[in-house]
């Protein structure tokens, strides 16, 4: 892992979609981060509804992701160097920045190594610990196709099923799928070599360079009543990294919250940015 503090690290220009604020007064604007083998496009009916209705919103892709460049260094460094640089390139800082499990861990990343650059902090069911792997089979799913021998997503999608049953999964993934019209063939956005090369390290903990250090600005973490991810025993980590950080369960969510309960969410987070 490359260290934030040091000069090697050399962030990558984040493909991004701008959501214009819905009102004539915008507040800070809002910068929202997918996660793990997900896209800015996840955040679209959130980000062009709710979230813009008085903020200019800005969804991006997360480097090996996407349209965003690829690299072999991948880590929350990374990211978070991506993601100030971002915010430095645009002219957003300091900006509230929403994060969701992988985008989330990101967004605490940068809160802690950038405060400056994080008006506020958004965290959705993800908490500042290590979390057991336990994408292995969907890796092994997306790496054992062979997307040259499939013509159309549907026959992609079918081959997905013999080892991912669930449906919404499938959907979530073959968002991913990309046709190389010069080549005649899918192929997948994301870096899936690179991302799975630094699984470990995405499944960690933050970055022991940011013990001691704490984000003192105003903070919300989100999780969903049938996620697993943020336990009552995370709240005292929680706190001691982000001592002004309140906590908001949406019912009837799952991890994937604002997909699971998108009007709810979205509630819980514009009303916390209108604080």
Do not use: C
């Amino acid at each position: 892992m490359s260290s934030l503090a040091s000069a090697d690290i050399a962030p990558v220009e984040l493909h991004y979609q701008h959501y214009p604020a819905g009102s004539d007064a915008p507040g800070r604007p809002l910068v929202v981060l997918h996660g793990l083998l997900g896209a800015r496009g996840n955040w679209h009916s959130l980000a062009r509804g709710p979230f813009s209705d008085g903020r200019d919103v800005y969804a991006l892709d997360q480097r090996n992701h996407g349209r965003s460049p690829h690299t072999d260094a991948f880590g929350y460094d990374e990211m978070a160097a991506d993601l100030k640089h971002f915010l430095d390139e645009h002219d957003l800082a300091p900006a509230a920045v929403l994060g969701h499990s992988m985008g989330g861990k990101t967004a605490m990343h940068t809160a802690l190594a950038f405060p400056r650059a994080v008006d506020r902090l958004i965290v959705a069911d993800m908490a500042p610990k290590a979390y057991p792997p336990h994408h292995e089979p969907i890796f092994e799913a997306l790496r054992g196709i062979d997307l040259a021998a499939h013509d159309s997503r549907n026959d992609i999608d079918g081959a997905l099923s013999e080892s991912i049953q669930a449906r919404p999964v499938r959907q979530f993934l073959l968002k991913n799928l990309d046709y190389d019209a010069e080549a005649g063939r899918y192929r997948w956005q994301m870096n899936l070599d690179a991302i799975h090369a630094a699984y470990d390290e995405i499944s960690a903990g933050l970055s022991e360079e940011l013990d001691g250090k704490t984000y003192d600005g105003p903070a919300l973490f989100v999780r969903g009543a049938r996620s697993d991810y943020v336990a009552e025993q995370d709240l005292g980590a929680v706190r001691e990294r982000f001592p002004r950080a309140r906590l908001e369960t949406v019912e009837g969510a799952g991890h994937w919250l604002h997909a699971d309960r998108p009007d709810a969410f979205a509630e819980v987070v514009t009303t916390f940015l209108s604080e």
